[in-house]
């Protein structure tokens, strides 16, 4: 039983071929690698014999594993070849391969990734504005800017705007608690909610008109917005928003509401 084991166990020739070409052997070269190491030191012509490849294709067959370090050729009359050990034919495939990846990686990183990296920023450039419909999709929205801003967050809005932001209080609550800062323009008069009042470091000064609501964090990302109606409530509304993902876009932005922003009295 033990025997037979054994046997159903060894690889067969099939399997071991079609390792050898997964090292990057043809089919002949395969056979005949494997015929010289059964073999050991032969000729040709036995080479032949044993794999049934013709005479003079053998000689072109074994020309190309000598070249790819399978076997080496003895200087006989006439010539007799042996295989080289399959640990060292491995190692050199493996020492040719890595060097092989390493000059096209230089050369890939050299030439190809800087044309990449400035053809992405152009692709990317196509893909930063976003059209968002629905008061609350607008609110969610507005929320991830609060939520993803590391230092200030611009807003302006109507007094029905101003009014809708009070849903976002436990968010503006939890950015300050993080340093960022808000500045806040609205027609609001000296009329501000209580709970914006007593939120430290949350500015609001008073414009005369505003038609839509715009909101800019860390002069990178903004969010415009067309209220429809607008009116106080929080949640229902058929409202328009165009979200930019532009750093120049938010700063160019920016820079005009830092301009509408009045002097404090």
Not at 45 to 55: L, N, R
Not at 93 to 103: A, D, G, H, N, P
Not at 237 to 247: E, I, S
């Amino acid at each position: 039983m033990a025997a037979e084991s054994n046997v159903e166990n060894k690889p067969t020739q099939e399997i071991i071929e079609s390792t050898l070409l997964d090292l990057g052997l043809n089919r002949y070269e395969a056979r005949v690698y494997l015929s010289l190491v059964s073999e050991g030191v032969t000729t040709a012509k036995t080479v032949s014999g044993i794999t049934g490849i013709p005479y003079g294709k053998v000689y072109e067959v074994i020309d190309s594993l000598a070249r790819k370090g399978f076997v080496q050729v003895l200087p006989t009359k006439p010539a007799k070849y042996r295989a080289i050990s399959p640990q060292e034919s491995v190692d050199k495939i493996k020492r040719s391969t890595q060097e092989k990846l390493q000059r096209i990686e230089s050369t890939l990183l050299q030439h190809l990734e800087p044309v990449f990296n400035k053809n992405k920023k152009l692709m990317d450039s196509q893909n930063n504005f976003w059209i968002l419909n629905g008061r609350s999709t607008i609110n969610q929205k507005m929320q991830e800017l609060v939520e993803n801003a590391q230092k200030n967050v611009c807003i302006m809005t109507t007094a029905a705007g101003l009014e809708r932001l009070k849903v976002m209080m436990p968010h503006f609550k939890s950015a300050k608690s993080r340093g960022i800062k808000f500045s806040v323009l609205a027609p609001v008069g000296a009329k501000l909610s209580n709970e914006m009042q007593h939120l430290n470091g949350f500015t609001c000064r008073h414009i005369d008109k505003a038609h839509t609501t715009l909101m800019i964090a860390d002069d990178r990302t903004a969010l415009i917005v067309e209220p429809i109606p607008d009116d106080t409530s929080l949640h229902y509304g058929r409202d328009m928003g165009v979200w930019v993902l532009n750093k120049a876009f938010a700063k160019c932005l920016e820079q005009l509401f830092n301009m509408s922003m009045p002097k404090a009295d």
